[in-house]
């Protein structure tokens, strides 16, 4: 079975600051990883996702993420925030088990820029 | 192009009542799934379609739950004899095919069992 955490349930930050989203995942079978982010009143919207090689990936909004194997982390990271950034993140992975193209999301991280 | 869209956008009901929520997917899209996502908790996988066939349904809570797509474009997401806690936002996603395709997530249908 898979698990994804998120260690922050809300992280607040002020515009223009740097910010790390935390994300672990639990797998006994190699992986795929994804960030989605919901806007208010919005619909789930891909960030980025990390499928093979690079294990530093770069998504919309100037949004980055780094794959680490040993760690079994893919944390998030942006080194300048907006405040149009708030919205809540969520960290998933799909199982390469050959079943299904499921998505496994954590629980959320709440992104709150502050001015 | 039109996204993935989600009837009714909002859902009350009583508890006992039976509920249908729809899901139109992108046009030529053939993987559909199903999510539900609760109060303060990350999307959870119910099922998954691909064409007309319930190619995964292990995370159907019970019975009380049904999905179909006959025609392998719109769903249809089924709730018979609807509980309290089956409160929540059930989201529909849609994507080319299988393997590394991205996942299109529609608005969602907050449901409200009274």
């Known amino acids: 079975a898979q698990s994804v955490t998120q260690l922050d349930s809300q992280v607040p930050v002020f515009e223009e600051a740097p910010v790390e989203l935390r994300c672990n995942y639990s797998?006994?079978?190699?992986?795929?990883l994804f960030w989605y982010v919901q806007y208010p009143n919005q619909g789930l919207q891909l960030l980025l996702k990390y499928l093979s090689g690079s294990t530093l990936v770069k998504g919309i909004n100037g949004f980055e993420a780094e794959f680490n194997k040993s760690q079994t982390s893919f944390h998030l990271r942006k080194p300048s925030v907006h405040i149009s950034d708030t919205a809540e993140y969520f960290c998933?992975?799909?199982?390469?088990?050959?079943?299904?193209?499921?998505?496994?999301f954590g629980t959320g991280t709440l992104l709150a820029v502050q001015p | 192009g039109a996204g993935v869209s989600q009837t009714p956008s909002n859902k009350v009901t009583e508890k006992g009542k039976y509920v249908e929520l729809r899901c139109d997917p992108i046009s030529g899209h053939t993987a559909l799934y199903w999510y539900r996502q609760s109060l303060g908790q990350g999307p959870e996988f119910l099922i998954y379609f691909q064409g007309t066939g319930a190619a995964d349904d292990s995370g159907l809570p019970n019975d009380r739950f049904f999905a179909v797509r006959p025609e392998g474009s719109v769903s249809t997401l089924k709730i018979q004899r609807t509980e309290r806690g089956d409160s929540a936002v059930y989201l529909c996603?849609?994507?080319?095919?299988?393997?590394?395709?991205?996942?299109?997530f529609g608005p969602g249908t907050r449901l409200t069992v009274l």
């Open positions: 797998s006994s079978v190699s992986v795929y």
């Open positions: 998933a992975v799909t199982p390469l088990d050959g079943a299904t193209n499921k998505l496994i």
């Open positions: 996603a849609s994507s080319e095919s299988v393997g590394t395709d991205t996942q299109y």
